[in-house]
């Protein structure tokens, strides 16, 4: 059975699943906590899995603005005045917290490191926030870690 429905959760976070699978994913949510009301949320998934959701804002006038310089080095092709930023937490069962699970970060090349994975670079929409969220769970249900 296909909804339509938008799932708002918070006065600024909306989150618009627009498949199924996001829908699949989304419903293993259990709590949305604001943390900076219009910019920063913790989405809770279960007791061991957390994901920070930040609303980036850009001045793309300046020069020194990060989407601009992610731009001028050939990272992105379009730049866009917000960017959705994700952060994940899970602890394991003797309460190590690592950062697994985020569909954003990437392994460098030469596999030292973590960097953004700017095919996940999204604009804030609550159509994009349901499908990095959503990724999100579905690395972790999956098990699939950078």
């Known amino acids: ?16 699943p627009t498949t199924d699978n996001q829908r ?3 419903k293993f949510i ?7 009301e219009g910019h920063r949320y913790w989405v809770h998934v279960a007791d061991d899995f957390l994901i920070e959701v930040s609303i980036c804002y ?7 603005d990060l989407m601009r310089r992610w731009k001028k080095a050939g990272y992105i092709k379009e730049m866009y005045n917000t960017h959705i930023g994700l952060n994940t937490y899970f602890t394991d069962c003797n309460g190590n917290c690592y950062g697994y699970y985020n569909p954003a970060n990437k392994r460098s090349d030469d596999g030292k490191r973590m ?4 095919d996940f670079l999204r604009e804030y929409t609550p159509e994009n926030a ?3 969220i959503a990724e999100a769970i579905r690395m972790y249900e999956m098990d699939i870690r950078h």
């Open 24 to 26: 699949h994913y989304l």
């Open 130 to 132: 349901a499908e990095l």
């Open 1 to 16: 059975m296909k909804t339509t429905a938008t799932v708002t959760t918070t006065k600024d976070l909306s989150i618009n």
């Open 58 to 64: 850009h001045d793309l006038s300046c020069s020194y």
């Open 115 to 118: 960097v953004v994975d700017f």
């Open 30 to 36: 259990t709590n949305i906590e604001t943390m900076a």
